[in-house]
Each structure stands twice: as C-alpha cells, then as structure tokens.
C-alpha cells in the first residue's frame, strides 16, 4: 500500500468529523483549506473530502474506510498529527460538538487497539 492512499483514507475521516455535527461547515472548509494549502498530499487529501461531500457519503462509511486503510497500512507517526488537525477541524465551528468527539474517540480508540499510539 502506497502512503498517498493514508492521506487520502485521512481525508475520509476528516469529512467523517466535519459532517458529524450535520453538515459541512464554511468554517472547516476554510480550516482545511489553510492547514493543507503547502502540505505535500494536499490534493490527494482535499479530493477524497470533496468526493464525500458530494455523493453525501455517511459518517460511518467514510470513517471505517479510513479505519479499515490506516490499519492496512499499518503504524504511520503522522497519525497523532492526524488527530491533532482532526480536533482543530471539529473546534472550527463553534467548538467541538458531541457528534464530532464520539467520531475522533471511537476512531482513534479503534486505531490504538492495533497500534498502541
């Protein structure tokens, strides 16, 4: 498995976070586009969000997708930065909702059973 397939397995799970509450919010899609603007998976990562936002995709599909190639991919060091940007997102609109913590908990507590990060 290629690492560009990581970045955009990250980009299911930050459509997954930023549609918890909802919807897609202006706020996330401008955090998004800030963070990500000189990152060198940026396309890879942005296509995959707005591929979700467009077919609609649920919460739970995007986030097992991701979950399902993180683990595929086995143990990757820019996993914490991933829930770092993940709850940046989720603070983005009016702090993060309930919805948007259940989704960053039960993933990254899913990803720690096999990785211990």
């Known amino acids: 498995m290629k690492k560009d397939q990581v970045f955009k397995a990250f980009g299911d799970l930050l459509y997954a976070v930023a549609s918890a509450d909802g919807k897609v919010q202006v706020e996330e899609k401008e955090l998004l586009a800030s963070v990500l603007s000189h990152h060198h998976y940026a396309f890879d990562i942005i296509s995959t969000f707005?591929?979700?936002s467009h077919l609609n995709t649920s919460i739970e599909k995007a986030s097992t997708q991701a979950l399902e190639t993180f683990?595929?991919?086995?143990?990757?060091?820019?996993?914490?930065?991933?829930?770092?940007?993940?709850?940046?997102?989720?603070?983005?609109?009016?702090?993060?909702?309930?919805?948007?913590?259940?989704?960053?908990?039960?993933f990254f507590d899913?990803?720690?059973?096999?990785?211990?990060?």
Do not use: T
Request: with cysteine; glycine share 6%.
């Open 50 to 52: 707005k591929s979700h």
């Open 71 to 106: 683990i595929a991919y086995g143990y990757f060091e820019g996993y914490a930065e991933f829930k770092i940007i993940l709850e940046h997102l989720a603070e983005a609109c009016e702090g993060i909702s309930a919805e948007e913590r259940k989704v960053i908990d039960h």
């Open 110 to 117: 899913a990803l720690n059973e096999h990785f211990n990060i």
